[in-house]
């Protein structure tokens, strides 16, 4: 099989890199410090500064994950980054502050408030197929339109209709704090300490600032009122406890969580779903298979909740763009205590990665890697734990998993039962992983109705 027949992908690293060239190409694409042998080999390790490893055997991965979680916290990159925007929330809290956390928002995700959350996903869906279908014959960047799509949803199910607090102000303010500071710093490659200023994050402080003051006037005016009929995802964590000490969150802890639900919460699927929509338009007969199913299951009709059983072969597509592109492509941590993984020692200090995008392209563990193959998750039994990780695994595992699918599935399904999607020449997506894997130039698709 040529480059030719396979959808687009990075190219690794084959020679050692320098500190500086690491840098360097760490700003413009994490991704580009991936060494190739990585998708050969169980476990890389080197050093740049630091010492590092990244992980690809799933038994390794295990033991991180779930076997010795607490010696592999979140590293110190990861939270110099993401603190000042999100704060102390569940994806950066660590150890028995994380788990009293955890405890109190699960109730929110559980299987019945996803599915009460549907509609609020299939009136998104509705509304982004009338937009396509409004462009006509021409070219549509379908990553602007799905993160559009999918901020509706995560406005419509955090902030309810009538509240005074406008997400897209939220999305707005941390995603201009991310594009200037989640670039890798060399203070953080280096290992400075955290009072250091860093170049960047200095100068999108008070954006961020006046964004925290505004989510805590939203959520102390929805305590004060009360919950809806229907509740939204705030009056369900404002009701959350933690079961085994009672404890709820406070303003300052749900305004973090809230602000982390809404920015990781539409833009992961908004670029599983860009992604998706690229390869159903790169293999056409996958795209015609789809669309089958999605019209027979459908009938002409918008997908909700009901019809995500009758819908497998999409759910597989999802399953499948998330292989290919991880939204979180690299997952670090840094070592607390001595351990062993793989037989190698790792001491206290080291940065541990699990390069995910190395991972699912790991041709131990995967057949064809770098193959566009939705069939691979046919039997989901056969996909070997550990080896699939994007939404990561153990107690982490992300607590949005099955409302982000939920939504993937019912907006491709709707999608594609009344489009037929094309590649415009010229305008191939390159994989670019800054904080996430985005389509670096955007997913220029046309499409025609069918």
């Known amino acids: 099989m040529s480059s030719a027949d396979l959808p687009v992908h990075v190219p690794l690293v084959t020679q050692p890199m320098g500190i500086l060239a690491s840098l360097n190409a760490a700003r413009r694409n994490l991704l580009e410090i991936l060494p190739e042998i990585a998708t050969r080999q169980p476990m890389v390790s080197g050093r740049t500064a630091k010492r590092w490893h990244m992980v690809m055997d799933p038994d390794a991965i295990r033991r991180m994950l779930l076997e010795n979680l607490d010696n592999y916290p ?3 990159v990861t939270k110099n980054l993401l603190k000042p925007a999100i704060g102390d929330s569940l994806f950066i809290a660590e150890g028995a502050h994380w788990r009293w956390q955890r405890r109190a928002a699960a109730p929110a995700f559980s299987h019945r408030n996803v599915t009460n959350l ?8 509705e509304t982004s197929l009338n937009r396509i279908t409004a462009a006509g014959p021409r070219a549509v960047d379908m990553y602007v ?15 309810s209709e009538g509240s005074r607090f406008e997400p897209e102000e939220v999305h707005r303010a941390i995603d201009s704090y991310i594009d200037a500071a989640a670039r890798l710093s060399l203070f953080d490659v280096l290992g400075f300490p955290d009072w250091v200023p860093r170049p960047g994050r200095i100068f999108t402080g008070r954006a961020v600032n006046d964004m925290k003051a505004l989510a805590d006037g939203a959520v102390e005016a929805r305590a004060a009122k009360g919950p809806r009929d229907i509740p939204d995802l705030l009056d369900l964590l404002l009701e959350g406890e933690d079961p085994e000490t009672k404890r ?7 305004r973090d969580n809230l602000l982390t639900f809404i920015v990781a919460g539409h833009e992961t699927t908004a670029l599983t779903l860009s992604w998706a929509l690229y390869l159903c338009a790169f293999d056409q007969d996958v795209q015609a298979r789809a669309r089958t199913e999605a019209q027979s299951a459908l009938d002409g009709r918008i997908a909700t909740a009901d019809d995500l059983d009758n819908l497998p072969f999409i759910r597989m597509i999802v399953d499948e763009a998330l292989r290919l592109y991880p939204p979180a492509g690299i997952i670090s941590r840094t070592a607390q205590e001595h351990d062993e993984l793989c037989g190698r020692e790792v001491l206290p200090g080291d940065t541990v990665m699990i390069p995910i995008y190395a ?24 996909v070997q734990r550990f080896a699939y990780l994007p939404f990561g695994d153990g107690p982490r595992i992300c607590i949005g998993a099955s409302f982000a ?17 094309h590649l415009v020449p010229g305008r191939t997506p390159k994989p ?18 069918v």
């Open 359 to 382: 991972l699912h392209r790991n041709r131990v563990l995967w057949d064809g890697p770098d193959a566009f193959r939705p069939d691979r998750f046919a039997d989901r039994k056969s």
């Open 118 to 125: 549907a509609p609020v996903m299939s009136a998104a869906a």
């Open 74 to 76: 979140k590293s110190l």
């Open 432 to 449: 670019v992983m800054i904080l996430t894997l985005r389509p670096e130039g955007g997913v220029w698709l046309t499409s025609e109705p």
């Open 405 to 421: 699918i939920q939504e993937a599935v019912i907006i491709l399904a709707t999608l594609l039962s009344r489009r037929r999607f």
């Open 145 to 159: 339109e799905m993160v559009r799509a999918t901020f509706e949803v995560i406005g419509n199910v955090t902030f």
């Open 248 to 254: 709820k969150m406070n303003t300052a802890e749900l």
